[in-house]
């Protein structure tokens, strides 16, 4: 079994329910447990403790990026620049790969490499650094560019293929993990 919790990350712990990575002793011993927090979430919709301060979201965002080989900044073809990071958010001496999700919203006619270019100049305007290592455009519900994608993530993740997925709410995260 791990000793993180494959959902959220954290650290499993059985002394305190209250805390990130409570798990249940009587679970110790499962392979595919949880904590306690990452099960409510995905089977009740229940999200424990208050909402992180953007200081504390920063925090956790930054150690994560910084644990690392690569970022994947998921964005939305539909709010592209409302779906960008924050500038100073991403390493700059990572590759970041940034996937272009929801392409399937597009008009049959799109060409997925103007797609590309249109979000690099996005991208440098927005000024995030340095320019992204790799541009995908993908569908995360229909799986078009997915073939594109993976042999990026395999590259650029490094010989541990340790990435850390960032994008805004509702931009396709989880439904490209589950891809």
Request: net charge positive; charged share 25%.
């Amino acid at each position: 079994m791990s000793v993180r919790c494959p959902g959220c990350g954290a650290r499993f712990q059985h002394d305190d329910p209250d805390k990130p990575g409570y798990l249940p002793p009587a679970l110790a011993e499962t392979d595919d447990a949880v904590c306690r927090r990452c099960y409510r979430l995905s089977h009740y919709g229940h999200a424990e403790g208050r909402p992180l301060t953007p200081a504390e979201a920063r925090r956790w965002i930054g150690k994560a990026l910084d644990a690392a080989e690569a970022a994947v900044v998921v964005t939305e073809i539909g709010d592209f620049e409302g779906s960008l990071p924050p500038p100073g958010l991403l390493p700059p001496d990572k590759p970041v790969i940034l996937v272009i999700n929801k392409i399937d919203l597009l008009p049959p006619k799109s060409i997925p490499q103007e797609i590309k270019d249109w979000a690099r100049v996005r991208w440098r305007d927005a000024g995030l650094g340095r320019p992204a290592s790799a541009v995908v455009a993908v569908s995360a519900a229909r799986g078009t560019g997915l073939p594109d994608l993976f042999p990026v993530l395999r590259k650029l993740g490094g010989p541990r293929r340790s990435l850390t997925v960032v994008g805004a709410t509702s931009v396709g995260k989880s439904t490209l993990l589950r891809r």
